[in-house]
């Protein structure tokens, strides 16, 4: 169940109250008439099953609520309510497969902006990464997929290419971009100090790695990894039930790649370095295609639905 606190005028809280009482799945409605202050009117709160949020939502924003007053949404972990459970039961589909549109794009937002903190977590990731592919250590590698930050940015992309977001998708772009070529440059540095220091020598890039070698040898297995590895997270952070490791399958085709190509730069070998770089684009290009495919696919499903979020005006509730 969400729980929505909506603030609104009150020449528009008739025209608020017909749209909940309208969509199905609505339920625990409470008006307070005038109690608004800031901006001015009334507030309106209702439960609503998640299956039915998103039509919700976009009724709201149709009386540009939005935009005159205010529109807040929380999940609710737990309603000790008969009424709840029967207006999920009259919301069709699954709450785990629920697609909250608002939500999405917000939260690929702020996963997607370029602050000093998902540089540092990216070029860290990178740096860890190096270390292991330099010792053929896949406790490392796994290492740096869960420190990686760069879903966030390939969802934005996603998310603003379906709904025509244009400036959104270009700035997760430029995160995206400058978050990998901040931790190459970074991770480059970092690996001629670790040769200097002897930790790093240009044989261990050189010699047999086991379970490294892949990073820099695409084949047509890195794309179709890409594109699972798109699906789970997309799947992921459009589901109410996101799983944590997620980033981790996220990661495994991008940031080891990435380190790799800055190693290899370190010591010039162009050949580890463009297959390492051939293997980064590939993965990211995936992720998109794969992001972008998922989430048509997840408005085409949703929008067979749309006939049944709704109730004609004065028709009975079945609860």
Same mark, same amino acid.
């Given at each position: 169940?969400?729980?929505?606190?909506?603030?609104?005028?009150?020449?528009?809280?008739?025209?608020?109250?017909?749209?909940?009482?309208?969509?199905?799945?609505?339920?625990?409605?409470?008006?307070?008439?005038?109690?608004?202050?800031?901006?001015?009117?009334?507030?309106?709160?209702?439960?609503?099953?998640?299956?039915?949020?998103?039509?919700?939502?976009?009724?709201?924003?149709?009386?540009?609520?939005?935009?005159?007053?205010? *529109?807040?949404?929380?999940?609710?972990?737990?309603?000790?309510?008969?009424?709840?459970?029967?207006?999920?039961?009259?919301?069709?589909?699954?709450?785990?497969?629920?697609? *909250?549109?608002?939500?999405?794009?917000?939260?690929?937002?702020?996963?997607?902006?370029?602050?000093?903190?998902?540089?540092?977590?990216?070029?860290?990731?990178? +740096?860890?990464?190096?270390?292991?592919?330099?010792?053929?250590?896949?406790?490392?590698?796994?290492?740096? +997929?869960?420190?990686?930050?760069?879903?966030?940015?390939?969802?934005?992309? &996603?998310?603003?290419?379906?709904?025509?977001?244009?400036?959104?998708?270009?700035? &997760?772009?430029?995160?995206?971009?400058?978050?990998?070529?901040?931790?190459?440059?970074?991770?480059?540095?970092?690996?001629?100090? +670790?040769?200097?220091?002897?930790?790093?020598?240009?044989?261990?890039?050189?010699?047999?790695?086991?379970?490294?070698?892949?990073?820099?040898?695409?084949?047509?297995?890195?794309?179709?990894?890409?594109?699972?590895?798109?699906?789970?997270?997309?799947?992921?952070?459009?589901? &109410?039930?996101?799983?944590?490791?997620?980033?981790?399958?996220?990661?495994?085709?991008?940031?080891?790649?990435?380190?790799?190509?800055?190693?290899?730069?370190?010591?010039?070998?162009?050949?580890?370095?463009?297959? &390492?770089?051939?293997?980064?684009?590939?993965?990211?290009?995936?992720?998109?295609?794969?992001?972008?495919?998922?989430?048509?696919?997840?408005?085409?499903?949703?929008?067979?639905?749309?006939?049944?979020?709704?109730?004609?005006?004065?028709?009975?509730?079945?609860?």
């Amino acid at each position: 169940m969400l729980h929505l606190r909506i603030i609104s005028p009150s020449v528009r809280t008739d025209a608020v109250l017909d749209l909940i009482d309208t969509t199905v799945g609505t339920t625990h409605l409470a008006v307070l008439k005038g109690a608004a202050r800031d901006p001015e009117g009334d507030i309106v709160m209702v439960d609503v099953a998640r299956e039915a949020g998103d039509e919700l939502l976009y009724g709201l924003r149709k009386l540009e609520i939005d935009k005159v007053g205010s *529109i807040a949404v929380d999940d609710i972990g737990l309603s000790l309510s008969d009424r709840a459970g029967l207006a999920e039961e009259e919301a069709p589909g699954e709450a785990a497969d629920a697609v *909250i549109w608002e939500q999405l794009t917000e939260t690929s937002q702020e996963e997607s902006t370029l602050t000093i903190t998902y540089a540092a977590l990216m070029i860290v990731a990178t +740096m860890i990464a190096a270390c292991g592919v330099v010792l053929d250590n896949a406790v490392l590698i796994v290492g740096a +997929m869960a420190v990686g930050p760069e879903f966030g940015p390939l969802a934005g992309i &996603s998310t603003g290419l379906v709904r025509r977001e244009r400036r959104a998708a270009l700035r &997760s772009l430029v995160a995206l971009l400058v978050g990998f070529a901040a931790a190459i440059a970074a991770t480059t540095l970092f690996s001629l100090v +670790m040769d200097a220091f002897g930790l790093f020598r240009e044989g261990m890039l050189d010699a047999q790695r086991p379970n490294t070698g892949f990073i820099f040898q695409p084949d047509p297995f890195s794309f179709v990894v890409a594109l699972l590895a798109g699906v789970a997270g997309v799947v992921s952070m459009t589901s &109410s039930k996101a799983g944590v490791l997620v980033g981790v399958a996220i990661s495994v085709t991008t940031v080891p790649a990435a380190a790799n190509a800055a190693v290899a730069l370190s010591y010039g070998d162009l050949v580890q370095m463009w297959g &390492s770089a051939e293997q980064l684009l590939i993965n990211l290009g995936g992720i998109i295609v794969a992001g972008v495919l998922t989430l048509i696919g997840w408005k085409l499903l949703w929008r067979t639905q749309r006939g049944r979020m709704t109730r004609p005006p004065g028709a009975p509730r079945k609860f």
